[in-house]
């Protein structure tokens, strides 16, 4: 109703604060449409507030990134989400982001991602041009593949990763669950298994240090994932051809 009022107006500016965040799944894709339609007409400057990507992509031409208080990133939609260069914006695109130092690669691009005092993993990829000495892994979780480690696996090795063909394989382990629509979200953290610190406890990944140790997500079916326990050593495919290769400026 307040969006309707608001348009009746016939307003010159309008300011939309998340204006489709109490609405469910079916209402809000409606409403979505409506204010597309509404918002591009002549004559109307739109600002719409969103934490939702979804809208981002339906609605507006271009976007602005704002964490932190400040824009880290601007463009149009499809370049902003599609690639991102921070870690934040690929979290709001629903994107793994793994920062590393570009490597020339024998017939592969390639970057090196550093994984704590464990070393670096080289992660293949694809790319749309030149890459500086910073650049991103840039893929979906649907893309990652995660099988159970049959045994211990030597995190000291997590530097061996490797194309198989055209996929890299990595050593991982399980740090949780989370739910996803029509499967689950389970998020890894890169190297054999989790650190311990001195009280015996496995250390949280998140927290700021010198060895925090990256993480990405995989989307599995409930299925897959009900064996992935926190705790488990995993192996890691991902197909070159799902990574986009990113250049950080």
Known sequence: MAIARALAAEPRVLLLDEPLAALDVQTAARARQLLRDQVRQPGLATVFVTHDAVDAVAVADRVAVLHDGRIVAEGEPADVLGRPRDAFTAAL????????????GAGAVEIAVEVGADGSVLVHGETDGRLGPRAAAVFRPSAVTVT??????DPVRVSSSRPSGAVTELPAHVIGLEAAAGGALVRLGLGATPRVNQAGAASNPSEPGPHRVPELLAELP??????LVPGRAVHVMIPAAAVRLVDLL
Not at 222 to 227: H, I, Q, S
């Open 222 to 227: 409930y299925t897959e994932a009900a064996a």
């Open 148 to 153: 159970p480690a049959p045994g211990p696996v």
């Open 93 to 104: 695109a629903g994107l793994n982001f793994l920062p590393g130092a570009a490597v020339a």
